[in-house]
């Protein structure tokens, strides 16, 4: 008898009720942030991302899980050789009850201690601060990126937009004569 040239094995066939595939939350998949600082682009140049943990309770979680992180007042301060969020606000959890976060405590941010003093170093040449841009879940575990910024002027940001309006007339323009060359 010739020997079987691939072994396929055959599933039984299950009994009882199938489960349906849920979709899980964006959010809490990693697939989109948490929160977003849109403001630090514009008021600050963004000089080097550091990822960083945050020590966080169980209400707070859930709470960014649902969306009311904001990150528009908030920024890092290094002190006593570690790191802290300040004014990080996550909004009361819908289903918390009396032991319920307070929304603006501040929050440890958990980096090693070499990134730390690397920070320190880089934090205290005037005008330079930590802003953080994103909130966002990596792996089930809350995720902040900060930023070592140094603060715009004005005419920095004007010159910032004019740069982004040229690029934008730009692109127009090549999309144009694209269109009328009928590509």
């Not at 066939?13 to 682009?41: C, F, H, I, M, W």
Request: some cysteine; aromatic content about 4%.
């Amino acid at each position: 008898m010739p020997r079987q040239a691939s072994h396929v094995i055959a599933q039984q066939p299950r009994s009882g009720p199938q489960k349906t595939e849920r979709l899980r939350d964006p959010v809490a998949a990693g697939e989109r942030d948490a929160a977003q600082n849109r403001a630090a682009g514009h008021n600050y140049f963004l000089l080097e991302k550091v990822e960083a943990g945050v020590a966080l309770r169980g209400t707070e979680v859930k709470s960014i899980r649902e969306g009311k992180a904001n990150l528009k007042d908030s920024y890092g301060l290094i002190k006593d050789d570690e790191a802290f969020l300040l004014n990080l606000h996550i909004g009361p959890y819908s289903h918390g009850n009396i032991a319920n976060h307070d929304e603006t405590r501040t929050r440890k941010l958990l980096l090693r201690k070499d990134e730390i003093r690397r920070l320190q170093s880089k934090t205290q040449i005037k005008g330079h601060t930590l802003i953080p841009t994103r909130l966002y879940f990596r792996n089930g575990k809350v995720k902040c990126e900060l930023a070592l910024a140094k603060g715009k002027q004005d005419w920095d940001k004007r010159e910032t937009e004019r740069r982004r309006e040229a690029d934008r007339e730009a692109r127009a323009a090549v999309n144009a004569s694209r269109h009328r060359m009928g590509r």
